[in-house]
Each structure stands twice: as C-alpha cells, then as structure tokens.
C-alpha cells in the first residue's frame, strides 16, 4: 500500500507530517511512502535524506499520490485525492471543505480532535506543538526585548530580571513558565481552571487570578476551559490589569475550545504598559488574547509596546514540531494498524476513531460537522 506525503501548499506552513525517522518506520510497516519533491526543506528535512530512509522522492504532487492509498498532511492539500483514500492531518479548521471530502469518497481524520485520553497522549497533536509554541513564544519574545531576561549583576551595574506573565496555563503556558524560568525571568501566570494554579506553581511561577464559584467548574470533562460569564471576565480583567502594568513580557496563550479566544489584554492594559514591554500572541489564530494583536503580524503601539501576533507558532519551529507531529501521526497509523493484511483498519466504535473521523462512507460521521437537521 501506497503512501504519500505532500508538500504543504498553505501560506506560512513550514512544518511536513513526515520525516525522514517516520518515513522508515511506515516503510516497515509494509508500506510504500511516496514523499513529494522538497516536501520537508522548510523544516530542514532534504530530499535526499527521504531517499536514504527508504522513501521514493516523487517530482509533484500528482506523481506522489498516484496509486496512493493514504496521504499525510499537516493541513488540507489542494491536490484533488482519488475517493477512497484515507487522509489524515489537521483539517477540522477547514470546515467548509469537509463536504467536499464525503462527496469525494475521503476517509479524513482530523488529528487535533483526538480526545485527551491517556491511550492518545502519544498521537496528540495539540499538546505537541502547543509544548512548542509556548518555548518558541517566550525565546521570541527575548530577541525582541530590549533588556534581557535574567538580573545581570555586573561591575557596571545590575539590570534587573524581566517580570513575565503567562496568560493561560494549559500545554502551551506551562512550557512557557518553565522556557522564561530557564532564562531568569520573573515568572507569574493565570488561568481560569482551578487545576491550573497547583500546575503554575509547582513550575516555581507565581498565580495571579480570580477565583469564584464560577471558576470552581471552569474546567469541561475534556479538560478544557469553559466559556464564562461577562461578569466573571470583567473581575477576572480587574485583577490582572494593574499586574500587566509591571510586567516586561506578556505571553497570551488562553483558548476556549470552538470559541475565538478571549480578549485578556485590552487597549488600556496595553496602553498601560512601559515602553519596551512586549506582547506576544500564540492565540493569534483563535483571533488572539490582546486586543492590539494584528494577527500574522508584529506591531509597535503608540506607547512603544511591541506586540507579536505571528500565527501558526508551532510553523517557526519547524524541524521540531515536524519531528512531533510526524510521530503523532505515525503512532495513530500504528495503533490502527492491521499487521496481517498490512493496511490500517479503524474501528469505528473506537473512541479515537469517533473522535478525528470526519468523513466515512461518503458521509459527514463528525458530530461538529453534521450537517443541521432542523
Ligand atoms: P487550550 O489550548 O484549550 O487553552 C489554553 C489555556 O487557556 C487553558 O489552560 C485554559 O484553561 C486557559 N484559559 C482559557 N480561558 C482563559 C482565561 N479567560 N484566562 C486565563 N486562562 C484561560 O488548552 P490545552 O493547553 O490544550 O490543555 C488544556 C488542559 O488539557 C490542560 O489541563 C492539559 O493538561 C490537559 N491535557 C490533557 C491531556 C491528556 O490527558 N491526554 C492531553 C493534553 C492536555
């Protein structure tokens, strides 16, 4: 059986859903793996190290999924895939086109709706480049901040170490404690999930937050943060806006599963802030935490706040978040792998397997993806 890899063809996207390491240990499963020429430069993957792991470079898109059973992506391909091929990348953030892969006969599964169970940790997606985005955050954050990290007790003086706050302390935030902890910074965080102080803490950063009945159960079953009440962000808003306004460095990285993210850092907060000071967004895609943020891009406010709203954070790390991702998707292929008939085999009852399965049969099966009925 056929496989193929493509070279992403989304603006910005740099990271390849194979490496040379996976290509091999797909090759010993029994299959073939076609990887499309130049499909890993961008994360420092040459074509020829493909070829020496086994793969066979083809020279488009067209030549690696001829034959083609399954393809690996990171994001939807433009490539039109034959019907019956099984697809498998991020694809739930390209809503309008699931449709289209039922009436093309399109197995697809979208990775980053795998549940958080511990049987999916090792193919879950959003933990390893969320893991990634919040050390790229902070280290980007650094080459920007025209100070420094750490106190720096010198002969000429003291610089004093940068105050560093982390708004929201899921995969990404705790990383991005520990990253500005490594470099000496000052660390202090929030989050709406009670769970989330103990964790912050424990990484030796401070909590700053505000905690009510409300927030007593903002966590969901699938360990995410609830939408709350107005009430509850204007308290929440109160209680950090006079911390923003002593810290060098904000990293927002608070999400809400479905929703845009919520506006954290509003115009006065940023307003509040000491020139030098940076921002940075890894909510961008979700439309950002800081209302200043222009996504995809770094600005200077006004008052000499540099606010980085760069998206696809994961994307400027990428022969690491491709070396991630590449295993997550592997160890699904493997776990739902059929070793006699040497193909994958996904039973549909299985609970990772309701969770990514977008389309089967010809047929939307994703409960967010249903068509409306009423
Ligand atoms: P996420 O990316 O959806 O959100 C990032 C963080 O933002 C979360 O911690 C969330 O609580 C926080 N947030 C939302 N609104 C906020 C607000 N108004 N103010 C401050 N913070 C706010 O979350 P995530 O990083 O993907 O993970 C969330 C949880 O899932 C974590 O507890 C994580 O440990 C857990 N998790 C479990 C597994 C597993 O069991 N297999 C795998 C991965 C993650």
Same mark, same amino acid.
């Given at each position: 059986?056929?496989l193929?890899?493509?070279k992403?063809?989304k603006?910005?996207?740099s ?15 029994g299959l073939?793996?076609?990887?499309e ?5 961008? +994360? ?37 895939l034959p ?18 892969y039922?009436q ?10 795998a549940p ?11 933990? +390893?480049?969320?893991?990634? @985005?919040?050390y790229?955050?902070? %280290?980007?954050a ?9 106190m ?7 610089i004093?170490a ?14 991005? %404690? ?12 929030t ?5 989330a102080?103990?964790e912050?803490?424990s ?8 905690e ?15 939408q ?5 962000y @204007? ?9 923003i ?17 919520? %506006? ?11 020139p030098g +000071? ?6 961008s ?16 406010t006004?008052?000499?706040?540099k ?6 954070w ?7 978040? +491709?070396?991630?991702? @590449?295993?997550?998707?592997l ?6 792998w ?13 609970? %990772? ?7 089967r ?6 409960k967010?993806?249903l068509?409306?009925?009423?």
């Open positions: 059986m056929r193929a890899v493509l992403e063809t603006a910005g996207e990271r390849v859903a194979a490496t040379p390491e996976t290509a091999k240990k797909l090759i010993a499963l073939t793996v076609a990887v020429a130049g499909a890993g430069l961008a +994360s420092g993957f040459p074509d020829a190290e493909y070829a020496a792991a086994g793969a066979e470079v083809a020279p488009d898109a067209a030549a690696a999924l001829a034959g083609a059973k399954i393809v690996f992506c990171v994001r939807a391909p433009d490539a039109p019907s019956g091929t099984l697809l498998i990348g991020t694809l739930a953030a390209d809503a309008d086109a699931v449709a289209g039922a093309g006969g399109i197995e697809a599964c979208s990775m980053e709706l958080r169970i511990t049987r999916a940790q090792s193919m879950d997606v959003l933990s +390893s480049q969320a893991n990634l @985005a919040g790229r955050a902070v %280290i980007e650094a080459g920007v901040f025209d100070r420094g990290f750490p720096l007790m010198t002969a000429a003086g003291t004093p940068a105050n560093a706050f982390i708004m929201g302390a899921g995969v990404a935030g705790l990383q991005a %404690i520990a990253t500005a902890r490594r470099l000496g910074g000052r660390v202090s965080a989050d709406v999930r009670p769970a102080k103990e912050i803490k990484l030796g950063a401070s909590f700053v937050g505000y009510d009945e409300e927030s007593k159960s903002a966590q969901t079953a699938g360990g995410y943060a609830k709350l009440s107005a009430d509850f @204007a308290r929440q808003a109160e209680v950090v806006a006079a911390h306004a002593k810290q060098d460095v904000v990293v927002c990285t608070a999400l809400v599963q479905g929703r845009r993210a919520p %506006i954290l850092v509003t115009e006065a907060m940023v307003a509040s802030m000491k +000071s940076v921002i940075v967004d890894i909510a895609d979700a439309g950002g935490n800081c209302a200043a943020t222009v996504p995809g891009q770094m600005i200077t006004p008052n000499g706040v606010v980085l709203g760069f998206t696809n994961p994307g400027r790390i990428p022969a690491a978040a +491709s070396a991630l991702y @590449a295993r997550n998707l160890t699904f292929l493997t776990t739902f059929d070793k006699e008939a040497k193909a994958p085999k996904l039973p549909p009852e299985d609970d %990772i397997v309701v969770g990514v399965t977008l389309t049969g010809g047929a939307v099966v994703h967010n993806f068509p409306a009925t009423a």
